[in-house]
């Protein structure tokens, strides 16, 4: 998903949580007890008509009377806050709460004053000496944990409104699950957020505005299912923009029927502006559920409307064109946008389009000149090493990648690709060392771990020693770490296998069990263990671990090869014979170092745009 979007969910679920107590007292008018005959209340009724002076008048005379009288005087501040006379407002509530310094009813009565205005310094400052006094009053807490949420302190907030039970009065019910789920976002709990909401609305299920801000806070949530039941009404009877986008991301993320909605979206009466940005949205909401030919399409559109130059939008369209295999018009759309303005990201997916269309030379030239333009950023370096890799260029992407290191000392990505040219120039020392640094460098995520292993175990000197110690050190250490067990029974399998010597297979088998214990779909663990069990004529167990290893990774010659060996050995001919056909088709992929090149471009290049496809659209202005 893109900063745009993201940025839009997050504020309208923001806003929308908070939309009933930005404009409304959370306690509600705490003069409700007042009797219909009072004085307050009769000037109250008639300020609600429009007859403000007279309500003035009214109080300005109990008042010079009865100075004392604090229903007269909170009526007054009240008219005075409603008619825009906030100075006059807290001077007369600050009078209220000088003649009665006792009184929780002024006490609530100024502190919801300054909630709404505003003042949530001057509201904290005095709820803190009410609470002081009253620890255990509920209304105060409430009013004190929404102060809390507007100022952030989240944490603050949720202690305090823990401590008050949730009303059974529908209105404040309402209120209080509103205020629970701000809070709960606040804190990054989308789920708790959306479950608070969803209890808010089964007090008012017909609030059409709840409904919005519960489907919204679901989706926050990835509670798709649930937004879908909320929004889907909604939008059938008021089909809007929002409640369309809504709909349309959680159809996407739910793997739903999305066609209808998406015809919808395109075709609402809208400004241009409005239909302008609707389109932008939409196709990004399109491009992270992977419908990039949808996705261009309305980048498209969007282009059209904002005008052919775009750049942006430009770069977008080019994006998607390319992710959905659009490469000619691709092309076009950035020699469009190429002509316009230059720019790294530009080359980079010029030099991914060139690939794209076999024109390998014109791709590491784009790539090299992404680089010249943007020398200080990590991901263009990353990307032409990485098609020197693809093209087997090794000695260049050595150059490449040690140039890279020497400017990102701490990039654990570029040291994983001067490894894998090292290896791949016959240079395992340096291949361990560079591997074996990039593991320092990010030891939490174990990519530079499996690179290293990935590449010893086809070490046709065999594994390098300082490699099996380190992996295995880290396995015996970790022993959740399916990464480093993987890689250590995998390459003391292939030592003891080049050695002959069966007495070391035990320990490899354990690391190997202890592997796909932790990750049953780890391919490696579940091949290696397979060929291991096979050495030590373990037939049985190990056609189970191989038949597991080919659904993994039905792309390997070498895997469809040793299945088939098993099962001669157990007397399966006729399945066999239909592995040896599969080894036979397996062999026309790519092999071993152009699929580890390719895993390097997806795993380790991706991962500084989206991860998705091999380039992130900008957000658009």
Not at 10 to 17: D, E, G, P, Q, S
Not at 201 to 229: F, H, N, Y
Not at 252 to 269: I, N, V
């Amino acid at each position: 998903m893109t900063v745009r979007l993201m940025g839009l969910i997050t504020r309208t679920i923001f806003i929308a949580v908070f939309a009933i107590l930005a404009g409304s007292v959370f306690l509600g008018n705490c003069s409700d007890s007042v009797s219909a005959d009072s004085i307050a209340q009769r000037a109250k009724r008639l300020a609600q008509k429009g007859r403000v002076s007279e309500a003035l008048n009214l109080l300005h005379t109990t008042l010079s009377t009865h100075p004392a009288d604090l229903e007269a005087r909170l009526a007054l501040a009240e008219i005075y806050a409603g008619t825009g006379k906030g100075d006059q407002a807290e001077q007369e509530f600050r009078e209220a709460l000088r003649l009665h310094p006792e009184s929780t009813r002024a006490e609530l009565s100024v502190s919801e004053f300054y909630i709404d205005a505003g003042s949530w310094s001057a509201a904290d400052s005095l709820l803190t000496e009410v609470l002081l006094r009253h620890p255990k009053l509920g209304e105060a807490r409430l009013q004190f944990a929404l102060v809390l949420a507007r100022e952030r302190k989240y944490k603050d907030a949720m202690s305090n409104i823990r401590l008050v039970a949730p009303p059974m009065n529908g209105g404040a019910r309402v209120r209080y699950f509103r205020l629970l789920a701000s809070i709960d976002s606040g804190l990054g709990d989308s789920k708790a957020a959306a479950h608070a909401i969803e209890k808010a609305l089964q007090v008012t299920p017909a609030d059409k505005e709840l409904q919005l801000v519960t489907a919204i806070s679901e989706a926050e949530a990835g509670e798709w299912m649930a937004c879908i039941r909320n929004i889907l009404p909604l939008h059938k009877e008021t089909p809007t923009a929002q409640n369309g986008l809504i709909l349309l991301r959680a159809q996407l993320a739910s793997h739903q029927s999305f066609e209808s909605t998406l015809l919808e979206l395109r075709g609402l009466d809208l400004p241009d502006e409005e239909k302008l940005q609707l389109r932008i949205h939409s196709a990004e909401l399109l491009s992270s559920a992977d419908q990039h030919k949808e996705a261009a399409k309305d980048f498209r559109s969007a282009l059209n409307m904002a005008g052919s130059g775009d750049e942006s939008l430009l770069y977008n369209l080019a994006v998607e064109e390319y992710a959905s295999g659009q490469f000619s018009e691709a092309l076009e759309t950035v020699r469009l946008l190429r002509g316009r303005v230059d720019s790294a990201e530009t080359e980079d997916l010029l030099g991914d389009l060139e690939e794209a269309q076999g024109e390998r030379s014109a791709a590491v030239q784009s790539h090299e000149k992404a680089v010249a333009l943007a020398p200080d950023e990590e991901k263009f370096r990353l990307s032409l090493g990485a098609e020197l890799l693809k093209y087997r260029d090794y000695k260049p992407a050595v150059a490449v990648f040690e140039q890279a290191s020497v400017r990102f000392p701490n990039s654990a990505r570029i040291l994983v690709g001067l490894g894998m040219a090292q290896y791949f120039l016959e240079q395992y020392d340096d291949s361990v060392s560079s591997f074996l640094h990039a593991d320092e460098l990010d030891q939490r995520s174990g990519r530079a771990l499996a690179y290293l292993g990935g590449t010893q175990v086809e070490n046709p000197a065999g594994p390098n020693p300082v490699a099996v110690d380190a992996i295995c050190r880290r396995a015996n250490a970790n022993s959740k770490e399916s990464a480093a067990a993987t890689w250590c029974g995998a390459l003391l399998f292939r030592k003891a296998y080049l050695a002959g010597d069966q007495s070391v297979a035990p320990d490899a088998i354990r690391h190997l069990r202890t592997a796909t214990d932790l990750n049953s779909r780890d391919a490696d663990a579940s091949c290696a263990l397979g060929n291991a069990l096979e050495w030590i004529h373990q037939m049985s167990e190990a056609r189970h671990w191989m038949e597991i290893c080919v659904q993994l990774r039905p792309d390997s010659p070498r895997d469809h090869y040793r299945l088939s060996r098993i099962y001669r050995k157990l007397g399966l001919k006729q399945a066999a014979a239909q592995e040896t056909r599969l080894t036979d088709l397996a062999n026309t992929v790519q092999g071993h170092q152009d699929t580890i090149a390719d895993q390097f471009a997806r795993e380790m290049v991706d991962q500084s745009d989206r991860g998705k496809t091999s380039k992130q659209p900008r957000e658009p202005r």
